[in-house]
């Protein structure tokens, strides 16, 4: 079965500045998708970055990027110039090509004005 | 983006009764729906898969004459909380993906959240 690990249950960070959000996973599987979601207070879920692990290539979206780790099977998330907005639960999740995902716990981050 | 829908937002029963939630992708066919737990500041817990023309695949653990779950068609699967009880109280929550999108296209619902008195 796979496994996903956040080992950071709160991050804070100032606004403006830089933050890295952890993520580990286990899996036997050598095709697979990891993302990164946030959860606001609505707790709508909303899709902030996804990489196909064939990808060599880190994603970016604006002003997130991940580092991904094949081999180390990491998944972390940066989020630059972070802003008020930013603030929330960012899950990190692992997907099968079948869409059944697996989630972290969580990581709750706190944007300081 | 694809938006899918559930209704109701939220909902409070009585102990005992069966509660429905409806979960529908509003502008594509979802052939696949999936059925979402979580308790407050925790993980999502994935339920079931919900697969449209077929029985729902349930999650080790996840009682199936408890939480049954009907793909109505192509754009609604419902999930049903049976005789609810105190514990089931939570928040659901459903996402969508079709067999024409890659595995990486998954749009999630708003969440139901339930309690059950």
């Known amino acids: 079965a796979q496994t996903v690990t956040q080992s950071q249950p709160e991050m804070s960070v100032q606004e403006a500045e830089t933050v890295t959000l952890s993520c580990t996973y286990d899996?036997?599987?050598?095709?697979?998708?990891l993302f990164w979601y946030k959860q606001p207070p609505s707790r709508q879920m909303i899709l902030v970055i996804r990489?196909?692990?064939?990808?060599?290539q880190n994603a970016t979206e604006n002003r997130f990027s991940v580092n991904f780790q094949k081999a180390a099977k990491s998944f972390s998330l940066k989020i630059s110039d972070s802003q008020l907005g930013d603030a929330a639960m960012y899950f990190c999740?692992?997907?099968?090509?079948?869409?059944?995902?697996?989630f972290g716990d969580g990581t709750t981050l706190t944007v300081k004005p | 983006g694809a938006v899918v829908s559930q209704h109701p937002s939220w909902v409070i029963c009585k102990s005992g009764t069966s509660v429905k939630i409806e979960c529908r992708s509003l502008d594509f066919q979802a052939t696949t729906m999936f059925w979402y737990r979580q308790f407050p500041k925790q993980s999502l817990m994935l339920m079931a898969t919900s697969n449209e023309g077929s029985k729902a695949t349930y999650e080790q653990g996840v009682e199936k004459d408890k939480f049954l779950i009907y793909h109505a068609s192509l754009t609604l699967s419902t999930l049903t909380v049976t005789s609810a009880h105190p514990e089931d109280s939570s928040f659901y929550i459903c996402s969508s993906r079709t067999s024409g999108m890659s595995a990486e296209t998954q749009y999630f619902g708003p969440g139901t959240r339930l309690l059950v008195l």
């Open positions: 899996t036997s599987e050598s095709d697979y998708y």
């Open positions: 999740a692992y997907s099968t090509n079948a869409g059944k995902s697996t």
């Open positions: 990489q196909e692990a064939y990808k060599q």
